[in-house]
Structures are given as structure tokens and as C-alpha cells.
């Protein structure tokens, strides 16, 4: 599937060429259903492709790197991952005689906007918006920086019972300290969270987060939407208000002992036959559109 988008945007040349670079080149479940060539989507195929050839042993966290299409993409190395943007490295190293390609075990996503940018857009979180300007969080949301933003949708203000939410909005320091608590220190897309992972949060103690079946939980609470990329930070949508975690005693007495969430289905971080036959024709000159 990559193969042929790659081809159908018009970059053959840059895929049989000898110029340096590297693909990023997305597993084929990565793409939803049938895809066709638009303009937008030659432009998300053309930054899947670096100007430089790289090796993901030299990639280190903060890294930018520019795309053909003249972005600039940042490089996150987790515990378990090595993520470009939103997207997490799930093969080795594929190298040709000009270019290595990575399998990214997502289609990269660049960053649009800041946070604040991001939520404005975004019907979802038409109260949250009214909620951080109340707050007086505005400017914090659109400074530089990195942070990881658990941000709830109008579902989750809906769920809380009126008279409380009313009271809530009219407080601004008591607002500002709920929604601190949703604003993780440090920049964590989905695919650098593990069974153990800890975020500290502007306010309030720690936010406990692990994956199971597929879905981040934090605090117990599933994300809904992940890695809505922004210049300073990224978003996660939850549907519920994110609350602090009892002490653990309390919790193992209550529930018992928790189990750790499995760790991600190694599965599909397996495609080693994608891009194969582009690979090995790097010297040639031309590429067959039916490849």
C-alpha cells in the first residue's frame, strides 16, 4: 500500500534515484479502508520522506528533521519506542544503495498549530476552551514548550452533575487545578507508553498511565482520541475528568492487587516484506506504476 502511494504522489524519482535520504514508509494496516491520491495526501506522502539518509541508532530525543515537503519532524526516544511525531519506528533498519527507509507502525501526522490551536478547531472541546480561558490558562497553552494534555471533551464536563460544573467554572483557581492536573510535563505520544509509565502533572501528585487492548488508560481513564500533534505539545481526547489516584495501599486493598496492562501485540510491529522490491531497485532508474 505505502509502495503504491509512494509512486502514485509522484516521488518514484526520489525512491530509484541516487539521492541520500530516508522513507518513513507506514504498515500497510496503517491505511484505512481504500485510499486515493488527493492533493493533501501527496503532501502527507512527500514528508514520509527525509532529505538525509539516517540510521535509527543516531536518532536522539528532541531531534528535528526536515522533510521534502519542508517540515520539520521531531524525534521522541521513550523506554519501549522510538517515535518520529506521532508515529513509532516497528521494523529494523532497511538499508539500499542510496537510502534507509524506517516502517512506521502509523501515518505520520505533523504538528498543526499549538494546543490552544488544536482544541479551537476541534468541536469537542467547545467547553474546555470556555473552561481555560476562565482559568486563565491561555497563554500557557500557546507558549512554547512540550507538554502532554489529557484533554476532555464536552462529554466529560456533560457527565459531571450541573451544580457541580457550574460552581467549578465560577471558580477560576479551583478550575485552573483541575485542569493542571490533565497537563502532563514532557512531550508522550501513545506509542511511548508502557505498562509503567509516569507522568507528573502541573498540579497534584503523579498520572499513572498503560495500555490494554490497544486503548492508553490514565488514572483508570481510557484516551478516546491520541496523538493530536501541536507545535508545543500534543493532545489526547478523554471523555471523562481525569481525578487523582487513591495512595496505592488504599487502591490494592479495594481492588486487590492490580495486574499490569499487556504490553502492545508485538504483532503489528512485523512487516518486514514492505517495500522490499523497492528497496533492491534503488539503482535503477525507472519503477513499473503496477509495483
Not at 1 to 28: H, I, K, Q
Not at 30 to 53: E, Y
Request: charged share 20%.
Amino acid at each position: 500500500m505505502a509502495t503504491r502511494l509512494f509512486v502514485d504522489a509522484g516521488l518514484s524519482s526520489y525512491l530509484t534515484g541516487s539521492e541520500t535520504l530516508t522513507m518513513l514508509a507506514p504498515l500497510n494496516d496503517a491505511f484505512k479502508g481504500s485510499v486515493t491520491m488527493t492533493p493533501d495526501l501527496r503532501k502527507v506522502m512527500k514528508n514520509h520522506i527525509l532529505k538525509q539518509r539516517l540510521s535509527s541508532k543516531s536518532l536522539y530525543h528532541g531531534q528535528e528533521l526536515e522533510t521534502l515537503g519542508g517540515l520539520k519532524l521531531r524525534v521522541f526516544v521513550y523506554r519501549n519506542n522510538l517515535c518520529i511525531e506521532n508515529a513509532c519506528i516497528a521494523a529494523h533498519d532497511r538499508t539500499g544503495r542510496y537510502a534507509t527507509m524506517f516502517t512506521m507502525d502509523k501515518v505520520l501526522t505533523p504538528p498543526v498549530g499549538t494546543l490552544m490551536d488544536i482544541l479551537k478547531v476541534d468541536d469537542r472541546f467547545s467547553q474546555l476552551v470556555g473552561a481555560i480561558q476562565n482559568a486563565g490558562m491561555t497563554e500557557l497553552l500557546n507558549q512554547e514548550g512540550a507538554l502532554t494534555f489529557f484533554a476532555p471533551t464536552d462529554e466529560a464536563f456533560k457527565a459531571m452533575p450541573q451544580a457541580d460544573l457550574s460552581r467549578l467554572m465560577r471558580n477560576p483557581q479551583q478550575l485552573s487545578g483541575v485542569l493542571k492536573l490533565h497537563l502532563g510535563e514532557g512531550m508522550l505520544v501513545s506509542g511511548g507508553v508502557s505498562s509503567h509509565t509516569r507522568l507528573t502533572p502541573l498540579q497534584g501528585d503523579k498520572l499513572e498511565l498503560g495500555v490494554r487492548n490497544y486503548t492508553v488508560y490514565v488514572n483508570k481513564v481510557p484516551v478516546v482520541d491520541a496523538d493530536l500533534m501541536a507545535t508545543n505539545g500534543v493532545v489526547h481526547a478523554v471523555n471523562s475528568i481525569i481525578k487523582p489516584l487513591a495512595p496505592k495501599a488504599d487502591r490494592e486493598q479495594a481492588d486487590g492487587p492490580e495486574a499490569a496492562p499487556p504490553a502492545v501485540d508485538s504483532r503489528r510491529f512485523r512487516n518486514d516484506d514492505l517495500f522490499e522490491k523497492v528497496l533492491r531497485s534503488h539503482s535503477s532508474r525507472t519503477m513499473n506504476r503496477s509495483q
